[in-house]
């Protein structure tokens, strides 16, 4: 895909990560696009706001999405790669595309959904990877605690 | 895992399961049991009672058991066979083993689960399976939908 209009769509997923870690909360953003373009759902991680486990910013953004019927032709589009539990919910869902931010400070299951025809689009972006950084050096048992380490 | 334990367990999914069928939702039901043998947390799936595509049944049972430093020997007991998106779940988050009623009118990510160190109990419940096949019938379209397919 055209690598402006993702950078783009990245801009989106880490205005909500910055949000979740002025709440406090893990840094860690996610918008869901459809195929025309159109911004679907946008979330952020939510374990600390909410005391729940299980929004994290890729099942945030899916539910904020609400039902649909299908997902083909859309990106999701995440600060961070995914782990298993949401790289889960794109192969099982049939999300066409993931965007994602960064995949130094974690690693999930990119390849895995690769491997399974999901097109992945790695930007390698400094910022999203400083802010995890920061982030893990800062709270290391909260991240563990949501990487379920 | 003794077979008369798991049956009871199993108990707890299907009396969620029934509950959600009672709603209009998907008759698919879910619980959390600790490695004592504490019942965590227990769901359903509620795509149709809150209009939540996130919530099927396994993540509505992980979320109602809250917050936890680990699931280390914690089960994960389903009507259904996981998704990939609930066997995501169960790997990322290191749940031990999955009792699962059914996975006949549907086979998710169990194979992989169980390649991946997580200890499978298939039931094989006729009740389970008669839920679902009754359920697919009526609502196909529904089911569809909450697959993904």
């Not at 910022?127 to 709270?139: H, T």
């Amino acid at each position: 895909m055209d690598q402006a209009l993702a950078r783009a769509w990245l801009a989106t997923a880490v205005a909500e990560a910055r949000t979740g870690l002025a709440e406090g909360g893990i840094p860690i953003g996610a918008a869901l696009y459809g195929a025309d373009g159109t911004l679907l759902g946008r979330g952020r991680n939510r374990r600390v706001q909410d005391g729940d486990p299980s929004l994290h910013a890729e099942t945030a953004a899916f539910r904020a999405a609400g039902r649909r019927r299908t997902y083909r032709g859309t990106t999701m589009v995440t600060t961070l790669s995914p782990c298993w539990y949401c790289s889960g919910l794109v192969r099982q869902f049939g999300i066409s595309r993931v965007v994602i931010g960064e995949a130094v400070t974690f690693r999930g299951g990119q390849d895995w959904l690769a491997a399974h025809g999901v097109e992945i689009v790695l930007l390698d972006d400094p910022g999203c990877a400083g802010l995890m950084r920061a982030f893990i050096r800062d709270n290391p048992a909260l991240w563990n605690e949501d990487i379920g380490e």
